[in-house]
């Protein structure tokens, strides 16, 4: 049997997202590209049950028909969708990595309306060049897992003789956000649990020094905040570790992994323990192949890993380890026959606290014409665990015209980590640290405490886009700026 035919054969990637395997064939995150129907492609937005830790926990869902979850889309084709809200509250979907325009970006009142429950909206735009995307709301809904992979493939992708699997992660609470963030606010409602008992860390958060060495109390001079949410799970393709998802690969095979990090409120460190693998693409992005067997990635950001697998087979563990802690969760890659011995969701050691180093070695495959930037930005990062408000400053005279090269260099003075995300357009990481670099194209990047990034990028997208850290509940506190074409209302 042909590689290629044996791969087309497999069940790749997690269980669909359907609430009955009766109601909706057994689908998987990655199962080839269809023909491209006449009629729009119908995603619906409804509920579902996932098992965490033995019981049953309603979330949402992003489906299509056949219960396959989330969109696989061919690069420079039309995005054509038709979105039905099958859920009783009103919710928008952002389309993470794709360059829409300003009305379809999928940020509430900006500035499209919700949408309401049994409404159906119909999106359609190119869907661009090819890449590892995803979806989620921009509302505290991205909380209940409403979120799923939105996959481009290129030609090239289709023929490459690779297996892919895809991997949404995501922590789950069994609390509502609006009181998890109400927690961290220090509103916490009569009678709710402590914060040191509760989901959420106290004041200052879990500390750790930038070696992630564990310190307690309050913020100490020199130390960042790690992890401000304790969660009841962490998932990988709706599964925790000691039960995790198996997918079969052959024997001698080359694998694409295309992680997602759709998690709310925390970064995690990818590790392949014995598969080297070199990572392709960033945010859907193209660059230098780097070689590594671990690979850190923050809230909002993808990465898309190539691995070869041994010829004599066996099982591999491909783990999330959260950072600055212990828990982790994961996948299982394993050939026929192959010994799977049962994982602990904590591992012995602590997972590293993400920084810049990988940032500084990237190198896109098609980098930004080179030109002289029209306009720069300064912008800080700033803010504080104890009031738990965060902020952009200098983001007030954010305009641009169209046509202009535009800078925006991002200093972070808090002792919090950001992954900072601009919508509508991908920007190139043009320096680090002050120093100048020729740095990933991509859509969202980590700014550690007392880091700076400049990005650069051209203003070919009229609206209002905002700038914001993906990290939820800085968003919704205040750490959101727009950025507002020259005209735009």
Known sequence: MKRRDFLNGLMVGAAALGTSAALHPIRTWAQG???????????????????????????????????????????????????????DESTLIHWHGLTPPWAADGVPDNPAALLQPSETRRYTFPVGAGGTHWMHAHTLQEQNLLAAPLIVRTADDIKRDEQEVIVLLHDFSSLPPEELLARLKGNSPHGAMPMDHGAVQGMAGIQHTMSGNSVSGMAMPGTMDLNDINYDAYLANDRMLDDPEVVRVE??????????????????????????????????????????????????????IRLSLPKEGGAFPVLALREGARERTGIVLATAGADIRNMTVAGDTKGPVLGIDLEQRLHPVSPLATRP????????????????????????????????????AIGNTSMMAHPMHLHGHHFQVVGINGAPVVGAVRDTVLVPPMASVVLAFDADNPGRWPLHCHHLYHMATGMMAYLTYDGVG
């Open 251 to 304: 024997k001698g095979g080359r694998v694409r992994l295309r992680i997602i990090n759709g998690a709310t409120a925390t970064a995690f460190t990818i590790d392949m323990g014995r598969l080297p693998g070199e990572l392709v693409a960033v945010d859907g992005q193209g660059v230098v192949p780097v070689a590594g067997m671990s690979f850190p990635v923050a809230m909002g950001q993808r990465l898309d």
């Open 33 to 87: 590209v269809a023909a491209k129907p006449s009629a729009p492609d119908i995603l619906s937005l409804g509920y579902r049950s996932i098992d965490v830790k033995g019981r049953s926990a309603r979330v949402f869902g992003l489906v299509q028909p056949d219960g396959t979850p989330g969109l696989s889309l061919d690069a420079g084709a039309e995005f054509d969708v038709a979105l039905s809200s099958g859920i």
């Open 373 to 408: 930037a029209d306009h720069r930005f300064e912008l800080s990062l700033t803010g504080e665990m104890a009031a738990y408000n965060w902020r952009v400053d200098g983001a007030d005279g954010l305009v641009v015209k169209r046509g202009q090269r535009i800078e925006v």
